[in-house]
């Protein structure tokens, strides 16, 4: 196994593991929370990898499972060691997304819906660091700095030349009109969309106004597609003091749905490509 192995998406396939070890032996969480005087809570966390898992977790489990095969336990012990390395995103400090940040880090595709903002991805220095300062009015100028930069690092995967991820935005208009910073932040911020959406791997449409009524009026989401088919679809829904991650198959596709509806509303890549360089004409 590779040593640099992605830590949030070990857990997930280690905690779907487990899952399936417990449903094979047929026992709710509630009962294996029970034998091992935990919380079922504990369990939950352990099996949808929210929570760090530690090799005598995994082998009390698979005391509890009855898993007799000496390969399958080791194998198991070795992820949940593997999961409980540190991330890129850990040398920055704590940072209140690194779960969504380590899905994002090991994602083929992203699809994103923003209404309000320029997605993370492709924004500019200048434009990160007008919008998270204005997000986060107490923060410190350090702050604001380790943010921005670890932005700028999440960035890399869009240029990354072995396995660049495939991003697909939807941005409101409205994202086009806030001015975040001054004007020429945000007219560097504009036609840094507009380059970046002729990448053959990045798409940016804009739903404008007159469009009216949308599916997406509820608020920003982001799905995560994964290459390998243990690693199932995750819907991102961020909030201000704890997020939302989906998995269940009704919730992907309801969002999934919603999605296309986003995209069949939206301006087309080239006509978007124009409206965002008009825009840019307005900050001068």
């Known amino acids: 196994m590779v040593a640099n192995v992605n830590p949030t998406v070990r857990r997930r396939r ?13 026992m709710t969480a509630e009962e294996v929370a029970a034998r091992l005087l935990v919380s079922q809570s504990k369990i939950s966390r352990l099996e949808n990898g929210r929570r760090s898992i530690s090799q005598r977790d995994v082998r009390d489990l698979c005391g509890v499972y009855g898993v007799e095969d000496v390969r399958i336990v080791e194998s198991l012990m070795q992820m949940a060691k593997e999961s409980r390395q540190q991330g890129w995103w850990h040398a920055f400090g704590d940072i209140p997304y690194s779960v969504y ?8 595709s992203l699809r994103v819906f923003e209404p309000q903002v320029v997605p993370g991805l492709l924004q500019t220095p200048g434009y990160a660091a007008a919008m998270i300062a ?18 700028m690092r999440r960035q890399e995967r869009i240029t990354d030349p ?14 086009l009109c806030r001015k975040v910073g001054d004007a020429g932040i945000m007219r560097e911020q504009l036609t840094h969309l507009v380059d970046l959406s002729h990448l053959p791997h990045v798409t940016v449409q804009v739903l404008p106004f007159e469009a009216g009524a949308h599916p997406g009026l509820s608020g ?6 994964f290459t390998d088919a243990t690693d199932a679809t995750v819907v991102y829904l961020e909030g201000v003091n704890s997020d939302l991650y989906l998995e269940k198959d009704t919730d992907v596709q309801a969002y999934s749905v919603m999605y296309e509806h986003l995209r069949a ?10 409206f965002i360089g008009e825009a840019a004409l307005r900050y001068v």
């Open 14 to 26: 280690l905690g779907s593991e487990l899952r399936k070890l417990r449903e094979e032996k047929g």
């Open 134 to 151: 204005g997000n986060l009015p107490e923060a410190t100028p350090e702050q604001v700095e380790k943010r921005v930069s670890v932005r």
């Open 162 to 175: 072995d396995g660049p991820l495939r991003l697909w935005a939807v941005v409101d208009e409205a994202a």
């Open 265 to 274: 509303q939206a301006l087309s890549a080239e006509a978007t490509r124009q």
């Open 101 to 108: 940040i380590g899905l994002e880090t090991e994602a083929a």
């Open 220 to 225: 920003q989401f982001a799905v995560l597609e």
